[in-house]
């Protein structure tokens, strides 16, 4: 076989095939997919995850998409005509960015039917590049600002504060430098709390031989490796359940019990060495009304930690910020005034789910850039680190009464942001597709 200037080709079957093959069909087919895995990989959940999918597929002429989104793989079949293809897709190495989901989301609000799929990959290819928007020394500043501040939610004095914002930043450094090696990530889990509690146990030895003791050092030992919460695939995972994704649901749940269960592995081995009783919890420091404004502050500053070592945008950052500090004073006020719990929680995170809403669509953000960092803090990480300790240790008592607040607060938050869901997003009004 020659070609068209009687040259012969080397390879004529090769060439047959090519000239068989729906290359536009399958160029289309491979964007979509590549958006998708994106997402996935920053975090998105899975439902969120198939609706820019499908909007995307719309915009370059496919016809019909089906996907079906996991926690770490999606299996698309696209169908135009006659013809249709399926991709598998694997994300082997996800991390939490929420830059690039809030990017990703503009790209899906911007796509119209017309669009070709090199004009989509040159814009992934825009994405892709750009680089993580904080460096390592402020994500470990956030980490040990917003740990330092859960020590203040958590009851804590000044001494508390300072001594649980060393250990975090440490443990933050440790994880980051583990995590660069690619190893096995339950064991990086477990190294940086091991790290943050061993230090948060010399600082408070340090104050102590300084004669300025603390009074909650045990209650606040939890506080210091705060920042190990798996909040995204908690909340993106419980949002997945809300919506029958059971595939995808069950396995982000289930991967952020196993990291609880790492840190608090950790916990329960620190306490055990070195005698420290960390399920106690303890009072408040501060009367009425600086309590209050205690709150406020440290809930602001907790949630822009969070929200800065997930890489948000700084105005997003913010506006999570104070929707999570306003509705956390709430939901400590309720606390307070003698409310469940769970049904305080349930109403703090209906408040921002809303509030969400109200501030997305100005700031061009992906919903759960606000969201996540915003209930993080309301997340009873160190309830269900105490009950860990408590079941390795024996205590079956405190065990029971702190996984029990873990778990009905936990549920509560993700009732609450899937009302709000519900009440203003049209996609989780109507049945399943």
Known sequence: MADAHGTPDPDPTHTAELRLEPVGFIARTDVVVRLGSMM??????????????LRTAQAVGIEELHSRVGMKDIVSTASRGQMFRTRV???????????????????????????????????????????????????????????????????????????????????????MAIHRLRTNEFLVVFASALTALLVYLLAAHVFSLLGMPGGQHDAALTSAVLYLVPGFPLVTGALDLARLDLNSGIARVTYAVLILLATGSAVWGVAAVFDATVTQTAAPVFAEPLLSVMRLVAGFVGVFGFAVLFSTPWQIAVAASLLGGLANVGRLALVDAGTMPAVAAAAAALTVGIGAFLVGDRLRAARVTLTVPAVLIMVPGAAAYRSIAGVIGGDTLAAIQNGMQAVFVVVALAIGLTVSRVLTEREWQRPER
């Open 89 to 175: 897709a694997e994300i082997r190495n996800p991390a939490i960015d929420a830059d690039r989901l809030t990017e990703l989301k503009r790209l899906t609000n911007r796509l119209h039917p017309g669009m070709s799929a090199a004009e989509v990959q040159h814009e992934l290819d825009e994405i892709e590049r750009l680089p993580r928007r904080y460096s390592d020394i402020v994500r470990v500043l956030a980490a040990g600002l917003a740990c330092a501040a859960f020590a203040l939610l958590n009851n804590g004095g000044w001494q508390e504060f300072v001594a649980v914002g060393i250990a975090a930043a440490a443990g933050q450094t440790v994880r």
């Open 40 to 53: 996935l990989g920053a975090g998105a959940s899975s439902a969120r995850v198939s609706d820019s999918m």
